[in-house]
């Protein structure tokens, strides 16, 4: 008689079909497999690479600052409403979320599914092994959403930011709520979805660890001046 598999074991079998082939030559017996045929994928024509706002010498943070401009903010990032106008509401949702989190990497719940898009996908791809999806003009990838702490674990590891996004009203909430809206849009209807969480290598093990957050900007009062947050938690 054979015992039966593992919760491991079923979490693996899983994720096996969101998972590149090229894992089975993995020496590490607890990495994710797949007998799934690969087709090379050219990333480079990924929709994402050819938009004006992110080429390098447009780039800007969502104040329209420059880089080399004193207060650019990185981690933000100017994306033009022509653009977001033109996307579908689940698209229009990814961009606004990246708008301010342009130095993370999103998983956006759809369904029962973990969803990367664009530049975060090519990540995902590149660094947890993860598949594209096929039929797609945009960089796309996903898995089951059992396998979050996998796979946010590995980039989190690696020294990435991962911020969780989860599904906050049902589709029946999102109906009574459109309902209500005098003039609703397209991007009105759609469900909800809200950052949950944001992984990061000093917010995630399971060691003491102390945390600080640390911010200054300009005085309001005096021109020379700097005011400064701290924050420091046990």
Not at 92 to 109: A, E, I, S
Request: with cysteine; hydrophobic share 30%.
């Amino acid at each position: 008689n054979t015992s039966p598999p593992s919760s491991a074991k079923k979490l693996k079998d899983k994720l096996s079909a969101f998972a590149s082939p090229s894992l089975n030559t993995s020496k590490n017996n607890d990495s994710i497999d797949s007998t799934n045929d690969e087709e090379p994928i050219d990333a480079s024509a990924f929709s994402h690479i050819s938009y004006p706002f992110l080429q390098a010498s447009a780039i800007r943070d969502k104040n329209g600052r420059k880089p080399d401009h004193p207060d650019y903010d990185s981690t933000t990032l100017y994306i033009p409403e022509s653009f977001l106008s033109q996307q579908t509401p689940a698209q229009r949702q990814w961009w606004d979320l990246k708008m301010n989190h342009y130095d993370k990497v999103l998983f956006f719940k759809m369904g029962k599914f973990y969803e990367l898009f664009h530049m975060d996908a090519v990540l995902a791809v590149e660094r947890c092994g993860l598949i594209y999806m096929k039929s797609k003009a945009y960089a796309h990838c996903g898995f089951p959403e059992a396998g979050y702490e996998r796979y946010s674990e590995v980039l989190v590891n690696l020294g990435y930011r991962v911020v969780r996004i989860e599904q906050t009203e049902t589709p029946a909430d999102m109906e009574a709520r459109v309902q209500k809206m005098h003039r609703p849009t397209k991007f009105d209807k759609v469900v909800r979805r809200e950052i949950c969480q944001v992984e990061s290598i000093g917010t995630s093990g399971e060691k003491d660890s102390y945390l600080t957050a640390f911010t200054a900007s300009k005085s309001i009062d005096n021109e020379l001046g700097i005011e400064v947050g701290l924050c420091y938690v046990d």
